[in-house]
């Protein structure tokens, strides 16, 4: 009978880790700070910006909190499944958000929906906190940590998914001089000022196109195929836990186990 033995010293039989699944009160635990982030950053999303933060991160992060607590959070993805395709989309994501920047993304953004979406407020997100998030949380995915997958789960459905808006947003009539196709100069009416905000309206410009929309199917792509292959791959795991709901874990998908050493 194959054995093999954790590095915290459990045993594993057959390639089984014989562990018991987590319980139920750290489970909630981990529900409840998925919707603390979620409500904070949505919060804080609308005190610097405004509504389309909480309607973007809100709406993305509800649907990550749904999707990740009846898979990832019960039954975690093995690394080699979750890991590459979450580093593929950031990568792809890191990609996206420099057109995004060249192409003056969060100007544009306020313009639009009248808000103060600065690039200074755009580099500091997505160019200094993103990353930062993006490597810690693929250090989670190596280890399992049940909160790095949300944070997966999330990037998959929010700025994976998500991407599609800026095929919607050429289409929509900016807040601000929507009739001048030149870059304006504005004073909100919390005193910020915002300079070059680019006019994408397709109705004054009679070109298709916003801010992003080049590059916005490359992280939609892997994070599309990312909810494919979790949710396929948890489907496989429940069909093998079967009525018990107890999901084993095999050795070689975990980094933890090393082999045992077998008596001559």
Same mark, same amino acid.
């Given at each position: 009978?194959?054995?093999?033995?954790?590095?915290?010293?459990?045993?594993?039989?057959?390639?089984?880790?014989?562990?018991?699944?987590?319980?139920?009160?750290?489970?909630?635990?981990?529900?409840?700070?998925?919707?603390?982030?979620? %409500?904070?950053?949505?919060?804080?999303?609308?005190?610097?910006?405004?509504?389309?933060?909480?309607?973007?991160?809100?709406?993305?992060?509800?649907?990550?909190?749904?999707?990740?607590?009846?898979?990832?959070?019960?039954?975690?993805?093995?690394?080699?499944? %979750?890991?590459? %395709?979450?580093?593929?989309?950031?990568?792809?994501?890191?990609?996206?958000?420099?057109?995004?920047?060249?192409?003056?993304?969060?100007?544009?953004?306020?313009?639009?929906?009248?808000?103060?979406?600065?690039?200074?407020?755009?580099?500091?997100?997505?160019?200094?906190?993103?990353?930062?998030?993006?490597?810690?949380?693929?250090?989670?995915?190596?280890?399992?940590?049940?909160?790095?997958?949300?944070?997966?789960?999330?990037?998959?459905?929010?700025?994976?998914?998500?991407?599609?808006?800026?095929?919607?947003?050429?289409?929509?009539?900016?807040?601000?001089?929507?009739?001048?196709?030149?870059?304006?100069?504005?004073?909100?009416?919390?005193?910020?000022?915002?300079?070059?905000?680019?006019?994408?309206? %397709?109705?004054?410009?009679?070109?298709?196109?916003?801010?992003?929309?080049?590059?916005?199917?490359?992280?939609?792509?892997?994070?599309?195929?990312?909810?494919?292959?979790?949710?396929?791959?948890?489907?496989?795991?429940?069909?093998?836990?079967?009525?018990?709901?107890?999901?084993?874990?095999?050795?070689?998908?975990?980094?933890?186990?090393?082999?045992?050493?077998?008596?001559?």
């Amino acid at each position: 009978m194959a054995a093999g033995v954790m590095a915290d010293g459990s045993a594993t039989e057959m390639g089984v880790d014989m562990e018991r699944d987590d319980s139920s009160v750290l489970r909630t635990a981990n529900i409840a700070l998925a919707l603390v982030f979620v %409500i904070g950053t949505a919060a804080l999303g609308y005190k610097a910006i405004g509504i389309p933060p909480v309607v973007i991160v809100g709406g993305s992060g509800l649907a990550a909190v749904i999707a990740w607590s009846k898979t990832y959070l019960k039954r975690p993805a093995a690394p080699e499944t %979750i890991l590459p %395709i979450f580093l593929l989309t950031v990568a792809a994501l890191e990609i996206h958000m420099t057109e995004e920047y060249l192409t003056k993304f969060g100007p544009a953004m306020s313009r639009l929906f009248n808000i103060t979406w600065t690039e200074r407020g755009f580099l500091l997100v997505f160019a200094f906190i993103g990353p930062a998030l993006y490597a810690l949380t693929a250090i989670g995915l190596f280890y399992r940590v049940r909160f790095a997958g949300f944070i997966a789960w999330f990037i998959f459905i929010g700025p994976g998914v998500a991407e599609f808006t800026h095929f919607i947003f050429p289409l929509i009539r900016p807040a601000l001089n929507p009739e001048l196709p030149q870059a304006i100069s504005h004073v909100f009416s919390n005193g910020t000022v915002i300079s070059g905000m680019p006019n994408y309206y %397709i109705g004054t410009t009679s070109t298709y196109y916003f801010a992003g929309m080049y590059t916005a199917m490359l992280p939609m792509i892997p994070g599309i195929y990312a909810i494919y292959t979790l949710l396929k791959k948890d489907r496989e795991k429940r069909r093998i836990a079967g009525p018990t709901g107890h999901i084993a874990i095999r050795s070689q998908d975990d980094p933890r186990v090393r082999p045992a050493k077998t008596a001559c």
